[in-house]
């Protein structure tokens, strides 16, 4: 069963698809719909065990209120409350699928997938929780105060800035560097870092498990052809 292919499109859709179409048309893809979505292939991916089925949709719900009543009453309580729930919601994949992946006793196309959606959870989980650290304090991540008529952010201003957050994440997860926004505070620096130790590290364990399990396959492949 191709359990991280729906996860893997849903990520590539949150972190890649909306950049695309506003570069190509006046389009405008709300953030909810790229949320609404990653949070369903979410649930999918940590299936088929039903206990961390129901905690991911338990989440996942709890997300789509707070970012339904945030919508209506723009209450800034529930933007940071969204934004963490998030967080957490990518946290217990991350561990989910790096549990599954770091089991399989052989080397599959959909362990390989699961092993890439990792990658980009970590992304994810970042920008969430750069979002929230930005909210609870205000620039912590960049030089313009989010603050604006009372609202911390409002719908436009909101996924304008939580794009700038997954740039920086991902800048951050790959070693890339900051090109135009960088961690203003001594925790966000520090934070920085980490992400991009984890980032690293987690290739790093990666390479080494599939190295082992492609090693272990052909020397028992070699044994049988022996005898």
């Known amino acids: 069963m191709r359990r991280y292919t729906p996860l893997l499109a849903g990520l590539l859709g949150f972190l890649v698809l909306q950049p695309i179409?506003?570069?190509?048309?006046?389009?405008?893809?709300?953030?909810?719909?790229?949320?609404?979505?990653?949070?369903?292939?979410?649930?999918?991916?940590?299936?088929?065990?039903?206990?961390?089925?129901?905690?991911?949709?338990?989440?996942?719900?709890?997300?789509?209120?707070?970012?339904?009543?945030?919508?209506?009453?723009?209450?800034?309580?529930?933007?940071?409350?969204?934004?963490?729930?998030?967080?957490?919601?990518?946290?217990?994949?991350?561990?989910?699928?790096?549990?599954?992946?770091?089991?399989?006793?052989?080397?599959?196309?959909?362990?390989i997938v699961g092993a890439v959606c990792v990658y980009l959870v970590i992304g994810a989980a970042w920008s969430f929780f750069y979002f929230f650290l930005q909210a609870v304090a205000p620039g912590s991540m960049m030089a313009?105060?989010?603050?604006?008529?009372?609202?911390?952010?409002?719908?436009?201003?909101?996924?304008?800035?939580?794009?700038?957050?997954?740039?920086?994440?991902?800048?951050?997860?790959?070693?890339m560097g900051f090109l135009s926004s960088e961690p203003l505070t001594p925790m966000a620096r520090q934070l920085a870092v980490v992400e991009a130790i984890m980032g690293q590290l987690y290739i790093a364990v990666l390479v080494a498990r599939i190295v082992a399990l492609s090693t272990a396959r052909a020397m028992r492949t070699s044994s049988s052809n022996e005898s």
């Open 21 to 111: 179409v506003v570069s190509v048309s006046a389009a405008n893809i709300p953030l909810n719909i790229l949320i609404y979505l990653l949070l369903a292939t979410a649930i999918y991916a940590v299936g088929p065990r039903k206990s961390l089925v129901a905690i991911t949709t338990a989440l996942a719900v709890s997300i789509v209120l707070t970012r339904l009543l945030y919508s209506i009453s723009s209450n800034t309580r529930l933007l940071i409350l969204s934004h963490a729930l998030s967080f957490a919601l990518m946290v217990v994949v991350t561990v989910t699928i790096v549990l599954q992946v770091f089991r399989a006793r052989e080397i599959t196309p959909d362990i």
């Open 144 to 175: 313009m105060p989010v603050t604006t008529r009372g609202s911390l952010a409002p719908a436009p201003l909101e996924q304008y800035r939580f794009w700038e957050m997954v740039y920086f994440s991902m800048g951050a997860l790959s070693t």
